[in-house]
């Protein structure tokens, strides 16, 4: 009971929220359900009493025939309110998905985005995605089953301690074996569920890497496929035997249950007899008890079926609502101060910043740097030196773990985080491929940007050179990118990020964050948008992230990031000056850049 209330409860308050009076018109239907069926219990007696003492004839049947449409009509009220329970359960099912997935949804966007990149809350999250949403409905089917199971032990119950006190004790007989055969059925599955989960969950991993569009053209170039198919046996094999000891065990259980269940209606048989033989009950009685146990058996047959699959999904459904529990424990800290509109100083004061879940050294370690508007930095060092991290920090996307971040002597915990974000444009190395228009793609930059004439939308698809790409398309504009939907079309590399520097430019935010903006891009495309970029530098403050250092030269500072911590910083000939290790990075990529020349000189083609 205590197992079977942890999926009632989640399950039940989820349901009162999206379908009130859907529920409102089960539970009532299903009383009067119950009502209806224990009258015809009552009925019964009455109705074989006069068809016992009939001595033939038209003239008796005349007789017996009232009783007779009394009881269909008590019959046909019943399948009247089995049909409205019915209707209103087709509501309650896609109204509890959808309020289950939105509140998912709500939780997944309203958190930090330090959360998604802790492993224990991002599997969490994607379990409950993945299984926690689609049992939850499940189990509000089942509420509705166990309702009415319920209701239907319960007025057999009624009706045979009203007929005879002792047939209250006979149904308990005839229960008492397959109720505990069915329990421990339950119980047997229950117990292995949790290894049930795991083993599916890898064998899913497997399918989906099989089966995965983007994993396909890597899988085939490195001839992997005897690998993953190796993988995909090795865990259908290993849930294949789990679920075979558990289905042995579960025979075992409910073979017994039956031999019970069997001695216990044979027991019951006995003690009709012995009652009928001493006249405690006359045979009618004994007939519509016969027929009320049966009816009862049947429930409650159904009432533990609807338990056992309660049981199945009370770790989906766990899962589910501790992931709510914690998405709600690590909601953004909102704060009541509209951000600056144009910040004339951005102020980094002995930042620290450590990823959730992490033991090794920090991100970020001990920065301390001003921005001033209208300036243009560069963030540049090796790979994972914090450089993203960093932007990300002063954009308010996270929250460091040590000093702070304040934009005019505000700190950004102050500050709402709609308003900070609205005053942010950033354009990441690998952006979202919106599975949307051409015209949506940029337009999302700024979605609810009054934009007469698609001025602003023409204008930054120019400077990004992703008008190019959009002629180009089959239906130009509205053109649906995604090839995962009937004629749908798909975009190179480079020309993604062309829509994602469009975007950006759309946006536009008085600080502007470019990561890596044009690393898919080629020469021609790049130099149109470093030449965009250098316009829109004279009116925002810009922050770009690159491992091209010839492209930052005329940048008003640089920071060389290495382990976390800014080693370097200044404009480009001081560091040269330096000769530190910005300038031993810069010049390595000329010499390279001088190679590569050579040989494409030399050869002709590369």
Same mark, same amino acid.
């Given at each position: 009971m205590r197992r079977l209330n942890q999926a009632i409860r989640p399950a039940a308050a989820l349901l009162r929220r999206a379908a009130p009076r859907a529920i409102l018109v089960v539970v009532v239907a299903q009383l009067l359900a119950g009502a209806a069926a224990t009258w015809a219990f009552l009925l019964t007696p009455e109705v074989l009493n006069q068809l016992f003492g009939a001595q033939g004839g038209i003239a008796s049947l005349r007789l017996v025939l009232p009783a007779i449409a009394l009881l269909l009509l008590v019959y046909l009220v019943r399948m009247a309110l089995d049909a409205v329970t019915a209707m209103a359960k087709a509501h309650m099912g896609p109204k509890v998905h959808r309020a289950a997935e939105e509140a998912l949804c709500q939780a997944a966007v309203g958190v930090d985005l330090a959360s998604f990149d802790d492993a224990d809350f991002y599997d969490q999250m994607h379990r409950a995605q993945m299984r926690g949403v689609m049992h939850m409905e499940g189990a509000t089917n089942s509420l509705v089953e166990a309702l009415s199971a319920s209701l239907a032990v319960l007025s057999a119950s009624i009706a045979l301690c009203w007929l005879h006190p002792l047939l209250l004790p006979i149904l308990v007989l005839a229960l008492l074996p397959e109720g505990w055969a069915a329990l421990t059925a339950a119980q047997v599955q229950y117990a292995g569920m949790s290894v049930t989960i795991d083993l599916s969950r890898q064998l899913e991993m497997m399918a989906e890497l099989a089966t995965n569009r983007d994993a396909a053209a890597e899988i085939r170039a490195n001839q992997a496929q005897p690998y993953v198919l190796a993988e995909h046996h090795r865990s259908a094999l290993a849930l294949q035997q789990h679920l075979v000891a558990l289905g042995l065990r579960e025979v075992r259980a409910t073979t017994l249950g039956r031999l019970l269940s069997s001695l216990g209606l044979v027991a019951t048989f006995a003690a009709l007899g012995f009652m009928l033989h001493w006249q405690w009950l006359d045979l009618a009685i004994? %007939?519509?008890?016969?027929?009320?146990?049966?009816?009862?058996?049947?429930?409650?047959?159904? #009432?533990? &079926?609807? $338990?056992?699959?309660?049981?199945?999904?009370?770790?989906?459904?766990?899962d589910y609502?501790?992931?709510?529990?914690?998405?709600?424990?690590?909601?953004?800290?909102?704060?009541?101060?509209?951000?600056?509109?144009?910040?004339?100083l951005v102020t980094l004061d002995r930042v620290t910043f450590r990823y959730p879940g992490?033991?090794?050294?920090?991100?970020?370690?001990?920065?301390?740097?001003?921005?001033?508007?209208?300036?243009?930095?560069?963030?540049? %060092?090796?790979?994972?030196?914090?450089?993203?991290?960093?932007?990300?920090?002063?954009?308010? #996307?996270? &929250?460091? $773990?040590?000093?702070?971040?304040s934009w005019d002597g505000v700190p950004l915990g102050q500050i709402d985080p709609g308003s900070l974000a609205d005053q942010v444009a950033m354009v990441l190395q690998d952006p979202i491929r919106w599975p949307r228009s051409a015209r949506d793609n940029i337009r999302l930059g700024r979605y609810d940007r009054a934009d007469p004439a698609d001025v602003a939308l023409l204008d930054a698809a120019q400077q990004s050179r992703a008008a190019e790409v959009i002629s180009q398309l089959p239906d130009g504009w509205e053109t649906l990118l995604s090839r995962e939907f009937s004629g749908g079309h798909d975009l190179s590399g480079g020309q993604w990020q062309r829509l994602a520097v469009a975007r950006g430019l759309y946006r536009d935010a008085p600080l502007v964050i470019?990561?890596?903006p044009t690393a898919p891009l080629d020469a021609k495309a790049e130099h149109a948008v470093y030449e965009s970029l250098r316009q829109l530098a004279h009116h925002r403050t810009m922050i770009l992230i690159t491992h091209r250092l010839a492209s930052v030269r005329n940048v008003d500072c640089i920071y060389f990031l290495e382990r976390g911590a800014v080693v370097e910083a200044g404009p480009h000939e001081a560091l040269m000056q330096q000769n530190g290790k910005y300038a031993e990075l810069y010049n390595l990529q000329s010499r390279l850049n001088g190679l590569v020349g050579d040989v494409q000189v030399a050869g002709g083609t590369l």
């Open positions: 004994a %007939g519509t008890a016969v027929i009320a146990i049966r009816s009862a058996s049947l429930a409650l047959g159904r #009432l533990m &079926q609807v $338990s056992h699959d309660l049981f199945e999904k009370t770790l989906y459904i766990s609502c501790e992931f709510i529990d914690k998405a709600a424990q690590r909601r953004l800290a909102v704060g009541k101060l509209a951000a600056p509109t144009n910040p004339q992490t033991h090794g050294p920090a991100a970020l370690r001990d920065i301390s740097l001003q921005i001033k508007a209208g300036q243009t930095i560069a963030l540049v %060092g090796e790979n994972g030196s914090g450089k993203t991290t960093l932007a990300k920090v002063i954009a308010g #996307l996270l &929250q460091p $773990s040590g000093g702070s971040v470019w990561d890596e």
